[in-house]
């Protein structure tokens, strides 16, 4: 961003001096027009995270049974992170996640990419009405998905128990063991399609006449896809993967309402589900801000990996 | 800030962009409630020495703007303005009165008073009320009551009877069960007779079937022992309840069903389900979900444990006085007079439908009309009756919700086998003590 700036400068100032001098009004423009930009991010971003880093390393004490004025808030160092990472059900629900990551994200983008490349080519009839179908389900937001979802679950109620039932299966989608897979189900039918867009356009930007090229050295369309297209879209799918993986350590909506339908959700489920009980409904947001740090930290760390992943990849190339 | 991280729940980028709007509408919004309390603030000194006193309230009992109205037009001097509470608006006081915005007057489940009394949320206002005791049920006051201080009023509550379909009871000659006892007999009978048709339901999301029962066998989860919390969640009335469950769910007498899912509504409404023990509040619910019904319920005293006659009560709402309330005697008149007057008791009952928690409005004509769907039965005479057989030495205690996820998580996984109803106790009482330690409160 510095150098853009530094390079608008260059040019606005030959212009200034032909106009006869002038103020700093134009020195100072361009921190006029960020300054929406910083107060929120300030006042949004730096200033609650600062606040629950605070929080994380002090808690409330009270004293018999807490009644009158009896409480002081006394700096704990980091006994709120040890707690955090004592707990079982915390670091269960971190696992949880990152299963659900390893599996829901490689699926959706696998998915994701087959459309984009399906609709690349010229195999595709209707495009643009199928490529809207795939896109649509993004925009109904998670809450009503969840719900939506919820029904096609319910054996009683759901049309597809009944369709696998008359086929001789007799499926249970909020079992235990599967419930995490359902809910992986409703974020993929959801996400695939805003995916498969970002791809697609990558793949728009590809120059044809590479495409021409491989034809006249006698690749097919298969062999294409996979030797060209793909590689001159990695840094969107790579991309995609880094907010995807974001999005799973952040799994909140599509469990908390699967919770209205099954209780093999439990409240303590994912990391921000723990830190949602902790908080609002527990009152302790000391230890909450812990968790949450912790799993900021986690997000950082996993999309670290992810970028310094794509950046050694690039760098062979 | 759980609702702005569950707004980037979401993956692929634009969600970013929707994390944006969301801040710049939550930007005005702060601006606009700034000048909104700000507008409030001068209102209220300017009425700090005379003239009229502005109280906010917020609730959410249908119709009680009239009751509100009412008050106003007879007390000029205390207007009362009131903003209907929706949805999750119950989990922003908290901010709110924190932060000096809240309202003077809320509405609140009962099982959350403990945590604003010690979160300094709520005012002691028994200067204001200390001749009210009398005037309300004996469980209901129990619940406003902590340590000789009074931190708010009962306004409704939730006494339990026993709903049962009289077809399904005639066609296998089953007779309506008195006890726990002869409860477990009828559901074995009737899933011999019929294996669709259970006797009950047990919904491991529900709090308040599991709560109700504790209650009647004369339990409490707290209670306060000089300057101490005690903790008994896996006492005897405890184990009484759990094995009435685990005999229930071990013969797969009742149906395991998620309770307020189209699934537990099409049990209802296929007869797979015969009884529900619940609050008085649940009938209505009835009927909106199971219209088709009319005619095929009937209602009796919910089944006792054996030696008891106790009913159980699955709680009801309280009205406290807030923190940061300028005119606490002003607020507590208005509370008394709406949870325990004739007026504003009749608004409660007929406009809101409430079950009153008030002794007055137990007299209220509304809760002796006979009821179609129930075959003409007058069925608030028995939740009525129930009303007054409810133990009186039921505690609120602290961190009721985070106790509550303890005990339905772990239902979940009884309903799995892979636990006991006793051993879900066990852990609760252990996580409750321990959190109610970690605080720094004194726990015996």
Not at chain 1, 12 to 19: A, F, V
Not at chain 2, 76 to 87: A, E, K
Request: hydrophobic content about 45%.
């Amino acid at each position: 961003m510095s150098a853009a700036t530094a390079s608008t400068a260059s040019r606005t100032r030959p212009r200034r001096r032909l106009r006869g001098g002038g103020g700093g009004g134009e020195r100072t423009a361009p921190y006029v027009f960020l300054a929406p930009f910083v107060l929120l991010f300030i006042g949004f971003l730096v200033v609650p995270i600062g606040l629950a880093i605070w929080n994380s390393l002090h808690t409330v004490r009270r004293s018999g049974l807490g009644f009158g004025s009896a409480s002081e808030t006394v700096f704990t160092g980091l006994s709120n992170y040890t707690e955090a990472l004592t707990d079982a059900e915390f670091l269960a629900g971190l696992g949880r996640v990152l299963l659900y990551g390893v599996v829901q994200v490689p699926v959706m983008l696998a998915l994701a990419l087959t459309l984009a490349l399906l609709f690349d080519s010229a195999a595709v009839r209707f495009k643009r009405f199928l490529q809207l179908s795939v896109f649509l389900p993004y925009a109904v937001p998670a809450v009503v998905a969840a719900l939506l979802w919820g029904f096609l679950y319910q054996p009683q109620v759901s049309p597809v128990v009944d369709v696998l039932r008359s086929l001789g299966a007799d499926p249970d989608f909020l079992a235990p063991g599967t419930v995490l897979w359902s809910i992986a189900n409703v974020t993929v039918w959801s996400v695939t399609g805003v995916n498969m867009i970002i791809i697609f356009s990558a793949l728009q930007t590809v120059p044809r006449d590479i495409y021409e090229a491989a034809r006249i050295d006698g690749a097919g369309e298969f062999r294409t896809a996979l030797r060209i297209k793909i590689p001159m879209v990695a840094p969107a799918i790579i991309l995609t993967a880094l907010f995807s993986v974001i999005g799973t350590l952040q799994l909140f909506n599509e469990p908390m309402v699967m919770r209205s339908v099954t209780s093999n959700v439990s409240s303590e489920y994912t990391p921000n589900m723990m830190i949602f009980s902790t908080t609002t409904q527990g009152g302790n947001i000391n230890l909450g801000s812990a968790m949450a740090i912790l799993l900021g930290l986690v997000t950082f760390a996993l999309s670290v990996a992810v970028s310094v992943a794509s950046n050694r990849r690039g760098g062979k190339r | 800030m759980a609702r702005l991280t569950s707004a980037t729940t979401r993956a692929g980028h634009p969600s970013r962009r929707y994390a944006g709007v969301t801040a710049v509408v939550a930007a005005a919004a702060l601006a606009l409630a700034a000048c909104g309390s700000d507008d409030d603030d001068e209102g209220q000194a300017a009425a700090g020495d005379s003239g009229p006193v502005t109280l906010e309230f917020w609730g959410w009992v249908p119709d009680v703007e009239a009751a509100v109205e009412e008050w106003n037009q007879a007390n000029p001097d205390i207007q009362v303005n009131f903003t209907r509470m929706t949805g999750d608006d119950g989990d922003k006081i908290p901010s709110a009165v924190d932060a000096g915005t809240g309202p003077d007057i809320a509405q609140m489940s009962q099982h959350q008073l403990p945590d604003y009394v010690i979160n300094e949320r709520v005012i002691d206002i028994s200067e204001y009320v200390a001749d009210a005791e009398d005037l309300f049920t004996e469980s209901s006051w129990a619940a406003v009551e902590f340590a000789d201080a009074i931190y708010g009023l009962p306004q409704d509550s939730g006494p339990a009877a026993m709903m049962y379909r009289t077809d399904i009871f005639d066609e296998h000659g089953i007779e309506v069960p008195a006890t726990w006892d002869e409860y477990v007999e009828a559901g074995r009978k009737l899933q011999q007779a019929d294996p669709d048709v259970y006797i009950g339901q047990f919904s491991p999301n529900e709090m308040g079937l599991w709560y109700q029962d504790m209650v009647q066998a004369g339990g409490s989860w707290f209670g306060i022992d000089g300057d101490s919390w005690t903790v008994s969640i896996n006492d005897e009335a405890g184990r009484q309840v759990a094995d009435k469950w685990q005999t229930l769910v071990d013969e797969e007498l009742v149906k395991t069903v998620q309770m307020w899912t189209p699934e537990y509504w099409a049990d209802i409404n296929n007869g797979n389900i015969a009884t529900i023990t619940y609050a008085a509040w649940f009938p209505a619910l009835l009927k909106e979900n199971a219209a088709d019904l009319t005619g095929q319920w009937a209602v009796a005293p919910g089944p006792v444990f054996e030696g008891s006659d106790a009913a159980g009560d699955t709680g009801g709402a309280v009205t406290a006085v807030m923190a940061g309330a300028e005119h606490p005697e002003a607020a507590s008149a208005f509370i008394t007079w709406l949870n325990s007057s004739e007026e504003g008791v009749d608004h409660l009952v007929t406009g809101g439908g409430i079950f009153p928690a008030a002794k007055i409005g137990l007299e209220n004509e509304e809760l002796v009309q006979p009821d179609e769907y129930f075959g003409g039965q007058e069925i608030l005479e028995v939740y009525k009756e129930a009303a007054l057989r409810v133990p009186g030495d039921n505690q609120e205690g602290p961190g009721y919700q985070l106790i509550q996820n303890d005990l339905l998580d772990g239902f979940a996984q009884v309903a799995n086998g892979s636990t006991t109803f006793s051993e879900v106790l066990d852990e609760a009482q252990e996580n409750t003590v321990q959190r109610l330690s970690d605080q720094g409160l004194s726990v015996k």
